[in-house]
C-alpha cells in the first residue's frame, strides 16, 4: 500500500523531511503546501508531480493517509487538530508548547482512530537504541549519571532553546528510562541579544538516584550532539556528529578505576529520519503506534513546562 502525504511547510526541516518521505516506497508526496512562494518555488523544482498550495484548507482530505506539519511551533495545535479529525499526523518537534494542547490533540486522534506521531529523530538513531540494550541488559552495572551538551542550531523566534534543543534530550530520556523524575532544577538565559532564551542548564533528578545534566545553547561556533552515559563499570560516549563510530565505550579496568580500555561496536548509522519514516508506514499498516503509547507526547511536554 502507497500511502499519500500532505506536507505543509517547506522552509528549514520540510524538505529534509520531504526527501526521506520520498525515499521511501510506501509514500508518495501529493500535497506540498507553503505560504511563501519563494518555499513553493524551490519545492516545485525538488517535486514536480505534486500538487503545490498555499493554503491548506485546499487538501482534499479524503485523498490523504497522512499530513506532516513541518511549520512555526504556534500553529501546530491549530493545524494537526484540523486534520486529526480525518487522518493521521506527523508533527515536527515540538508538537505543542503546553500540555493542554498536547492532550486535546491525543484525545482527538484517539476518538477518530487516527496515528499521532511526533518527529523526535533521535529515539530512532542507531545509538540511542543501541543505548537502549545496553540499559536493559545493565552489562556495565547499574546507570549512575547522563550528561548531555547540544549545541549550536538556527536561532528560533517561535520557541525558546530548550523547547527546540531541550526537546531532543527528553524524549531521548523519556524513551531510554523507565523512571520517575523526582526533581527540576534549570537556569535559562540569554547569552546574545535574541528574542528568546538562547541558552539553558539542566539538572533531573530521577529515582534511584539517577543524575542528569543537560547544557542547550543555540550560540556556539561548533555543533556539539553528545551525550556521555555514566555506568558503574563504563562510561560510553554517544557523538551524532560522528559519521562512523557514533558510540565509543570506555570500560574501567579492575585494578586502576582511572584506566579505560575503548571499544567501537558496530551500529546501525542509517540516517534517523529514513527510520522515522519506515515506523510511522508500518503504523499505518497495523494501525498502531507503540513508541506514542502511554501518554508519550504529553509527559515529554509536561516535563519541557517544569524546565
Known amino acids: 500500500m502507497i500511502n499519500n502525504i500532505a506536507l505543509i511547510g517547506y522552509g528549514y526541516w520540510g524538505p529534509k523531511l520531504a526527501r526521506n518521505f520520498h525515499n521511501s516506497p510506501k509514500f508518495n508526496i501529493k500535497y506540498i503546501v ?3 512562494k519563494n518555499n513553493i518555488n524551490k519545492a ?29 511551533t504556534k500553529t501546530h495545535f491549530s493545524i494537526a487538530k484540523y486534520f486529526l479529525k480525518f487522518t493521521n499526523v506527523l508533527v515536527e518537534k515540538p508538537l505543542s508548547l503546553n500540555s493542554k494542547d498536547v492532550f486535546a490533540l491525543e484525545k482527538i486522534a484517539k476518538k477518530n482512530k487516527n496515528l499521532l506521531f511526533v518527529d523526535y529523530p533521535f529515539i530512532f538513531s542507531g545509538s540511542i537504541n543501541y543505548i537502549k540494550k545496553i540499559i536493559n ?17 538556527p536561532i528560533r523566534s517561535d520557541a525558546d532553546v530548550v523547547w527546540d534543543l531541550g526537546v531532543h534530550d527528553i524524549s531521548i ?6 523512571l520517575k523524575l523526582n526533581k527540576v532544577n534549570a ?10 532564551k538562547d541558552t539553558a542548564y539542566i539538572n533531573l533528578h530521577y529515582q534511584n538516584n539517577l543524575k542528569v545534566f543537560i547544557k542547550n545553547s543555540w550560540i ?25 563510530y557514533k558510540i565509543k565505550i570506555f570500560t574501567r579496568s579492575k585494578n586502576n578505576k582511572n584506566n579505560y580500555k575503548l ?45
Open 173 to 178: 530520556l523519556k524513551y531510554l528510562l523507565n
Open 137 to 153: 541488559s545493565k552489562e556495565y552495572g547499574p546507570l549512575k549519571e547522563i550528561e548531555s551538551f547540544r549545541e549550536q542550531a
Open 263 to 307: 571499544e567501537l561496536p558496530d551500529i546501525d548509522i542509517s540516517e534517523p529520519l529514513s527510520k522515522l519514516v519506515y515506523y510511522i508506514g508500518h503504523c499505518i499498516q497495523k494501525k498502531q503506534n507503540p513508541i506514542f503509547k502511554n501518554n508519550f507526547n504529553l509527559q515529554i511536554t509536561k516535563i519541557l513546562e517544569k524546565i
Open 44 to 72: 516545485k523544482l525538488d517535486f514536480p508531480l505534486s500538487i503545490l498550495l498555499n493554503d491548506f484548507k485546499k487538501i482534499k482530505k479524503d485523498t490523504i493517509n497522512l499530513v506532516v506539519i513541518s511549520t512555526p
Open 220 to 244: 556556539s561556533p561548533t555543533k556539539i550532539r553528545l551525550i556521555k552515559f555514566k555506568f558503574r563499570n563504563a562510561i560510553i560516549f554517544c557523538d551524532e556528529n560522528e559519521p562512523i
Open 187 to 196: 537556569l535559562k538565559y540569554n547569552t546574545i541579544n535574541t528574542s528568546k
Open 34 to 36: 507553503d505560504k511563501s
